[in-house]
């Protein structure tokens, strides 16, 4: 069998993660042909870091690929896939799927903007990307990594064959803010927290409703009804900066809280912060009618480590956001597997190879994005419950 040939669009953070992935996918093989970025020193540097070619335009990465991976800025996503489909390319959209990044003006302030004109605007993107990978018959992968990760998983497994109702799912990811200069302006982000991490619990919490829906009854129970709050904590003038949060985000909140309510009456609560020291905090408590599951994603105690002085562990990666090295820690013995990164990209591989739907779909990804956009209608609301369109 001839290999896949996967061209990467983004040479930075999410790129490295999702090069390492491609490198454990077993059973079909796989070439990471080539990258290409917005600079040309970035991507040299890692088409030469991992042996690849560097493309000085997305045409010509389209051309020697057979799938095209976007690992760049969400307000590129629509565009890069929608033309890396109609050139009859499979394609694998990072989170956010797609989103609304403004009219282009330079007044444009998201935290301001009419949050019914983003959600139909984030709505009408989803469905380009959709129809042009129906059109193309193409497969579209929705590169949420929570669903793949192995405690999301486990709990699928558990809420499936034992025929439960999920009745109530909490879930969370925070830490002490983003690393990306694009984050902190809704232009290039689409948003903040709740955006940019309340995403991941949030397809969890959609995904395993749909599988539990799908087991019992032979349809997916889907979301109904969104109420949320969110918030600019870091930067009301009473927040005491004591250096050890990011503060220097432009139009998007840096606190979201979303309860959403499902066809069948259960519910979900998500959270998202750039509050939270002390590493990431991803975790997922599912509380079912038959059973209770705590999916702890980061930090896990698989292994427990005491250092006694900060600079012993200088070349130690300990753990993703650990704000000190120094005393009690939980290293994450392999962060990348408890991410569930391997998983998904062996579904998207196998889902291109037999020509089939991956796990985590174009569906799934509009009802997140159907969600998160009207939690923020419901949040310029002051937390009304606010109907999701369907
Ligand atoms: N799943 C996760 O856990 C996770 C984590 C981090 C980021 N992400 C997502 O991955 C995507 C990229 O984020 P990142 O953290 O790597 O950002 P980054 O800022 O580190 O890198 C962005 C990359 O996109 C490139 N780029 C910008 N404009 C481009 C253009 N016009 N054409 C081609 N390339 C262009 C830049 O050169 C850069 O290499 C975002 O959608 C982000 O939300 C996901």
Redesign the pocket.
Known sequence: MKPLRVGI?????????HWNGYQKVYGTPVEVTGV????SE??KA?AHEHGMRAFDS?EALCDAADVID?????S??ET?AVAALRRGKHVIV???FTGYYGPGTDDFRGNRFSKEIMRQEALASCDRILTAARESKRIICY???WVYAPAIQKEREILTKSRGQALWIIGDESHSG??????GQWKF?GGGSLV?KGC?PLTAALSLKRSEGEARMGKPIRPVTVSARTHEITRNKNFQDEGFLRKDYDDVEDYSQVHVTFQDGTVADIFASELVLGGVHNWLEVFANNHRTRCNLNPVDALETYNPREELFKDVYVVEKIGTKQGWSRPAADEDWQ?GYPQEFQDFMESVRDGREPLSNGELARDTIAVLYTAYVSAEKRGTEVEIPH
């Open positions: 669009v983004g040479a930075r953070f999410a790129a490295r993660f290409t970025s917005a600079s970035s991507r890692f997305f976007i690992c760049a800025p969400g590129l996503h890069l990072e989170k956010p590169a949420e990594n983003s690393h990306s200069p694009y984050y982000s940019g991941h991410h």
